[in-house]
């Protein structure tokens, strides 16, 4: 006696075929059984030059630092950024979108005046940001001379991204954009003052860049991105105009009916009160904001936030729930000792939502802690849930692994109610056969280090077919996040 036939749901051969021959097609629904990985990409927004080719305010595809200079100009604020990004690696699909100047707007100025006369020879060394420029000094020379030769100095680096000219020993410097953010590029002279001394009997005072006004717009960037995801976003500006245009870029893109998880990093200088003052305005989870101390470390803001979220998008990449902490920015000066943030400055930063750096004993800028702008719920209440940017890139990461897993899953499944007891080989799924496949992706989760407690998630999961359309199983995961292992706290209670 013949038992019950399989009735298999081929997803390719018809029913009905009459012709003789061995037909095989393919199902890859059951092919993967651990987590999809994520794909990552880079966006740079930048300020661009006239020289720059990229096609403005339009994605465009660079593939290393040589790709940066030509995409956004020598000399641009873009082609700084890329620089940094490429600084930290060079294996994330990295895309640019180069942002043309404000017409309306003034470039910043600053002035190096040269007075006395050295009485003995030696080397100026002014640094522009954390770029050296260096002109040769004898006793026989008047600031005028060394004037002119150092705004030369400035004009033969063609990397900088400022211009110089010089007039009766005043040098002025002249940012190639226009714009409020080389407001923020410090000039310093002797970065290391053991080895460098301005030349006895020369005198030379520094007014810093200031003047630059009206920045670009990246409303029409934003327009232009598309559906692309892009998981790292990196803002040069930081303005509370575009800031503003890129939280609600970002809300749209991480709600569920689009799913583009991305954050964006972006610099910020002043002092406690001024960034403090400015976080307060801001209270999104989509947006983390470098912090350097004014007068501190001489970089330009904009290359703090090209190396911190590039080591952000790299390393997160490779674990999303592992503390960014102690992870150095490559290449970046730290600020002098008695220019740093104290322990209780940064904490208080922190808690307006701004992420800090330290200094490690190598000299190194290294995170500290990398949270977001997030600080308050809807109520006004103190609300930690969103604070780190590791909670962020778990959650972008368990939401791409669980629309993998159902679409790999069940691709053009019939569903049902639990206890249907179709034929072997039917594509159909109940909801219990839905909430076995999610349980199985939590303990793959566990396994990867990115929750915790299986037992509560177990008990949490609900997954129930909707009351009201017969198409659709509503589920509500409850994952238990790792956390962080951030401070260790201990009280040696001794005795004698």
Known sequence: MMGAAASISFNQIPVNLLTPGQYVEFDNSKAINAPVNMPQRILLIAQSLATGIAPANTPYQISGKDGGVAAFGRGSIGASMVGSIFDVTDTIETWVVAVPDNGAGTAATGTVTITGAATQGGTLNLYIGEDLVQVAVSTTDTPTTIATALAAAI??????????????????????????????????????????????????ALAQ????????????????????????????????????????????????LLQNDGHCHIGLRGTVGSLNSALSARNNSHITTWTCETGGEPGPVWEKAALAGATAAYYLAIDPARPLQTLALPNRLPAPANKRFTRAERNNILSYGGATTVVDNGGNVVIERAVTNYKTNAAGLVDPSYRDVETMYTLSLMRYQVRARIAQRFPRYKLANDGTQAAPGQALVTPQDIRAELIALALDWVDAGLMEDIDQFKSDLLVARNGSDVNRVDVRLPPNLVNQFRIFAAQIQFRL
């Open 155 to 204: 004009n033969a680096n063609p990397d900088l991204v400022v211009t110089a000219t010089s007039n009766v020993g005043v040098v002025t410097v002249t940012a190639r954009h226009k714009g409020t953010l080389t407001n923020d590029l410090m000039m310093q002279l002797n970065y290391y003052p053991l080895i460098q001394q301005t030349p006895a009997g020369l005198g030379v």
């Open 209 to 256: 860049l200031s003047g630059g006004t009206a920045d670009p717009s990246i409303a029409t960037a934003l327009s232009n991105i598309g559906a692309t995801q892009y998981n790292n976003i990196i803002m040069a500006f930081n303005d509370a105009p575009n800031q503003a245009l890129m939280e609600t870029e970002l809300n749209n893109r991480w709600g569920p």
